[in-house]
């Protein structure tokens, strides 16, 4: 029997622990969250989703968090480590997780043990960090790759056994020994790249792609709103291009764990060698303008109305940083949330995914508190959400953060609507 340990059982560990499982491997689990660890041993599975929660049920008997993670380590074949790599404060990478796991493995590894890290980091960062952790292990043979995750939380189509994946190792028996591994828990493509900086810098651009793309977007709707064009419009008319056309949506910020933190990745290891990333940066830029850009267009339509923001009743829909998942990590309602405080507006939010994020309890509770509503997450909830209740509660504005309700029917109820690029 092979055995696993999965260092960091999150967003990204509890499934790839799931799928271990499900291919018959032991499996061993550790996370530093302790609350989590015990809802695990409860069988209770700590994050909301729907996939993860079914490929939980089925295995949750079979992933050991009890022991510790040395003991298990000491006994498992592969380690795969799945930690958080966020940014500081001023978006440097923090690898703390990263290297507390790493000399883990390096105080228990046992001999040929394959190492496996998911966690997304900058190129180098196997090189230049993890290996001289793990060399510090008395262990003479051991192997190294690098496997960037591709979770999409909540995406009910590319579940984590449907994704492709690339690999790179230190040196070929290591890429070898992961691409042999991948191939029996993934159903889908899994690509050997020649070096594990390739497969590191293979995560890191896909996403920083997709960051600013988001913010070629949030500039155009900044521009479309003083030119009264309706984005969303305009997307669907380029989006019939059959090629080189890929239609992304602007909102009310970019949040969660990977697209605003895996630029910052590159950016601060390429000043390293010299060389700054003026785009990406902006990019960067555009898109942490967008919070203060949504309370601005708020601020607009109160002066319209001869309102001021002071004292203001703001009902906030959506905590999460995304539709239908309860993660709030970077999340731009945050933020949205700071500059109405700060202005001295009253805020009530709502999330039925978030409760801990939400001051009210429902929805209706918070139209009934409320003068003013900021969408800022398109939870399938809001977008169903029964659009009379908006004026039943005497509801004045509505600043759809996604673009996402009816904009006829809102303002055919008398309520002022203004989206991101759409009004
Ligand atoms: N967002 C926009 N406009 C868009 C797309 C997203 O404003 O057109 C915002 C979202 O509201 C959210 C943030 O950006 O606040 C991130 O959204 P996301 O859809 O990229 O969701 P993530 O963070 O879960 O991204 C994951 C990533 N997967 C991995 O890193 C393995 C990303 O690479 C995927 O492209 C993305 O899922 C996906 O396609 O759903």
Do not use: W
């Not at 830029?285 to 203001?312: C, G, R």
């Amino acid at each position: 029997m092979t055995n696993v340990t999965i260092v960091g059982l999150g967003y990204v560990g509890l499934p790839v622990a799931c799928l271990c499982a499900v291919h018959g491997y032991e499996v061993y689990g550790e996370d530093t969250d302790k609350k989590k660890v015990s809802l695990i041993e409860d069988g209770i599975c700590p994050i909301k989703d729907d996939y993860l929660e079914n490929q939980f049920k089925k295995v949750k008997d079979r992933i050991k968090v009890t022991v510790k993670v040395e003991e298990a380590i000491k006994k498992s074949d592969i380690v795969i480590i799945c930690v958080p790599t966020p940014v500081d404060k001023n978006n440097r990478p923090d690898l703390t997780a990263l290297k507390a796991a790493c000399d883990s493995v390096s105080r228990s590894m046992k001999e040929g043990t394959l190492v496996i890290v998911e966690s997304t980091i900058f190129p180098g960062t196997t090189e230049e960090v993890i290996l001289p952790i793990l060399k510090k292990s008395d262990v003479k043979k051991f192997y190294v790759a690098h496997c960037p995750e591709r979770i999409d939380p909540g995406n009910k189509n590319f579940t984590i056994e449907r994704i492709p994946r690339v690999v790179g190792g230190i040196d070929k028996e290591s890429s070898l020994k992961a691409y042999e591994f991948y191939k029996k828990i993934i159903n889908a493509s899994i690509i050997e790249l020649k070096s594990v900086k390739a497969a590191e810098a293979t995560k890191i651009m896909e996403n920083t792609f997709r960051d600013i793309n988001i913010a070629f977007i949030n500039e155009m709707a900044k521009s479309f709103d003083k030119a009264g064009i309706d984005i969303l419009e305009v997307i669907k008319g380029a989006s019939t291009k059959p090629f080189a056309f890929m239609p992304h949506y602007p909102g009310a910020g970019v949040g969660g764990h990977c697209i605003p933190v895996d630029p910052y990745y590159l950016i601060e290891k390429a000043k390293q060698s010299g060389f700054e990333h003026e785009f990406l940066s902006l990019a960067r830029k555009i898109n942490e303008s967008m919070p203060h850009y949504t309370v601005e267009i708020f601020e607009n339509q109160l002066k319209k109305l001869n309102k001021v923001i002071k004292d203001a009743k703001v009902g906030i829909l959506g905590f999460a940083y995304k539709a239908n998942v309860d993660d709030t990590r970077e999340s731009p309602a945050l933020k949205i949330i700071e500059i109405l405080k700060d202005k001295k507006a009253k805020v009530f939010v709502f999330d039925p995914y978030v409760k801990k994020g939400s001051n009210v309890d429902n929805i209706d509770e918070l139209m009934q508190k409320s003068d003013y509503i900021i969408l800022v997450t398109d939870h399938k909830e809001f977008k169903d959400m029964d659009l009379n209740k908006l004026k039943e509660n005497n509801i004045k504005i509505i600043i759809d953060g996604r673009n996402c309700l009816n904009k006829k029917r809102i303002k055919d109820l008398g309520i002022s609507y203004h989206g991101i690029g759409r009004s």
